[in-house]
């Protein structure tokens, strides 16, 4: 079987199973092509655990996020990567809400390559969140991922967030739902590559997000595509300049209106090549 037609066996085979899903995670969690050194996205890390195991130089950066325009929703992250002989780690913090109700996540994450093909990751992970007159509560919890090179045009790659959650006794305690990602990356050529994520969230219905990406010159990348199951769009621009990152982005829900997003990375030197 040729790798187009492996290609479109894979998305054919997720589209029969998406049903009209009622509500999704943020498409930026999975639309922003945040920050890329050599194929390693530092703030995507945090959906796809085995991404890390890509890295070749040390990462820092920071993102915003303003969804539907709302102050009550607004996100920051705040992320570092470092590469290291025995296996990659990485570090990141991500708050949203506002005085009224917050949300913090902490992630640690670390992941190697088990071969030419093949990598792994995992994350532990703490959530924190308050509500103003009624405490915080925390909950732990932990990531799984793999991703494996199915030919020289076509990747693939796999996540279970907080998989032990799935224990029947274990959701009368816990507020944070487990899920699990599927992702498959065709390189059409150098320039233009299709991205899609499918996404299975625990007692939720599945969603499905395709991407386009074309390198419109040798220091910017545009990014397009839309949730089929909100009916969302968003555009996104790329800029890498030496050392440093720049990102641009906007996501357009048809009911709740448009989502900004705005980062910066720097590349340092080292990596294990």
Known sequence: MTVSRQFCFLIGFSILFIPAASRCQSFSDYGNNLFVTKGVDLFTLEKMP????????TMVG???????????LSSF????????????????LRHQGSELHQYQKFLFGYARKLG???????????????????????????????????????????ALHDPALLLPEKKKTFWINSHYLFSLQYNV?????????????????ACFLGLIEYKVHPICSIRAGANISTGSLTLAAFLSKGQLRLLSSFSYHPVLGLTPAFGIASVGGGGNE
């Open 50 to 57: 085995a991404a890390l195991s890509g890295l070749a130089s």
């Open 189 to 205: 050529s150098e320039l233009f590559n299709i991205i899609c994520h499918y996404q299975l969230p625990d007692g939720e219905r």
């Open 116 to 158: 030419a093909n093949t990598a792994m990751g995992i994350h532990f992970n703490l959530h924190r969140e308050s509500f103003i007159g009624y405490g915080s509560r925390l909950q732990p919890g932990a990531s799984l991922g793999c991703s494996f090179r199915l030919s020289a045009s076509v990747q693939a790659a796999m």
């Open 62 to 72: 920071v993102m915003a996020e303003q969804p539907f325009l709302l102050g009550g």
């Open 77 to 92: 992250h705040a992320a570092a990567a470092f590469p290291n002989t025995k296996g990659n780690l990485a570090l990141m």
